[in-house]
């Protein structure tokens, strides 16, 4: 087998080993069926036992209940961006509630824009999104058409470690850089929805978890692909979807469950890796500055600064000699940002502590 590097990659961004391992044997054939699920049809009975058992493993991870649909969508969270307000807010009397903790939302708050009245009830912006807003700093109006968070902001690394209450107004959340990493309560939520390729999949597939009684607020004006009600209909199958992403989906939940052990687990992990991290950092006397605040860090992103750019390039390009790869921060917010979603291994995180305590002890003073 090639090497493979450690790979902080904030997305598309690292698979689990045996997921990737078990794809590449069912490749050239699936067990049974002769071909690989890049070639039989959507509506064959191995596909439909496929798409089957990922959403059975889903829905067992995250104890869906049965008044939710689990779609599996094309457009990546970005098309997600503009369905959600097409199919809940076009011809609606309220507005929609945005919490902006950060890029994705500012994101999708300008696509919801175009279809609707948009409130932002929390805008991060005068301390450059580094923290979140207390539940008391949250004025949600009760009859708004629904509560907007993005659950982790990828490229700034705060996240929500509960989300808010939102009464009985939906809460629709942009789970794309945390889904899975921790159990969540989904009768919480109106909308669950997550491009796969960062802590979930590849490329190509976003699961779009919804409450059923929001399906009636999609009109049957909308374009047949944007509207939420079809997909439901249909069971993801309208049209042709995109089958090698469900397969994926369905092996990574598999992993949670059979190797991990379930989302409870996994999410001591996560604490764990994301603690051997920020300890450095707290531990530095300042050569590594966090940009989240304490109480809002993600523990899927670690983003930080060194005292200059300078050292941050030296920092980069030894760091990729260690195997390190993949560690310079969004072009928008500069810096370093580490990625350590569930597949990446604590001996990776291991390595990286050990890199940063190193170069610190060379070049800090
Ligand atoms: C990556 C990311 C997106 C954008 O995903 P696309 O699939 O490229 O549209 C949106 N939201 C969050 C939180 C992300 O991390």
Redesign the pocket.
């Known amino acids: 087998m090639t090497d493979r590097v450690f790979n902080f990659s904030?997305?598309p961004a690292v698979l689990p080993l045996p997921v990737l391992e078990q794809a590449q044997q069912e490749l050239l054939a699936l067990p049974e069926v002769g071909a690989s699920v890049l070639e039989i049809s959507h509506r064959s009975k191995a596909f439909s036992g496929i798409h089957e058992s990922a959403k059975e493993s889903l829905k067992s991870l995250l104890s869906i209940p049965d008044d939710y649909h689990i779609l599996f969508l094309q457009?990546?969270?970005?098309?997600q961006?503009s369905m959600i307000p097409m199919n809940l807010l076009r011809g609606s009397d309220s507005p929609a509630d945005f919490v902006l903790t950060g890029t994705?939302g500012k994101?999708?708050r300008e696509e919801a824009e175009k279809e609707g009245a948009v409130r932002v009830v929390w805008d991060g912006k005068k301390t450059n999104y580094d923290r979140l807003p207390t539940a008391d700093q949250l004025d949600l109006a009760p009859n708004s058409a629904y509560v907007y968070i993005?659950s982790?902001?990828?490229?700034q690394g705060v996240q929500f470690s509960t989300e808010p209450d939102t009464g009985d107004v939906p809460l629709v959340c942009?789970?794309?850089?945390d889904f899975l990493h921790r159990p969540v309560d989904i009768t919480r939520y109106g909308i669950l929805f997550a491009?796969a390729?960062?802590n979930a999949g590849p490329?190509g597939v976003?699961v779009v978890i919804i409450r059923d009684d929001l399906l009636k607020r999609s009109q049957d004006s909308l374009p047949g692909y944007m509207n939420y009600r079809i997909h439901a209909d249909n069971d993801s199958l309208w049209n042709t979807p995109p089958a090698f992403g469900i397969y994926m989906v369905g092996l990574v939940a598999r992993w949670l469950q059979d190797e991990i052990g379930g989302l409870e687990k996994m999410y001591e992990q996560n604490r764990d890796k994301a603690g051997m991290l920020y300890q450095v950092i707290d531990e530095c006397d300042g050569f590594y500055r966090g940009h989240a605040q304490p109480g809002c860090r993600s523990v899927m992103n670690v983003t930080f600064r060194l005292p200059t750019e300078e050292l941050e390039k030296k920092f980069l390009a030894e760091a990729e000699t260690n195997g390190l790869c993949t560690l310079k921060g969004h072009r928008s917010v500069g810096g370093i940002r580490a990625s350590i979603y569930n597949a990446m291994p604590v001996e990776g995180v291991r390595a990286l502590r050990g890199y940063m305590r190193d170069f610190l002890a060379k070049n800090a003073g």
């Open positions: 904030a997305g457009g990546g969270a970005r098309l961006f994705w994101k999708a993005a982790n902001e990828t490229i942009d789970a794309s850089s491009c390729q960062k490329a976003t």
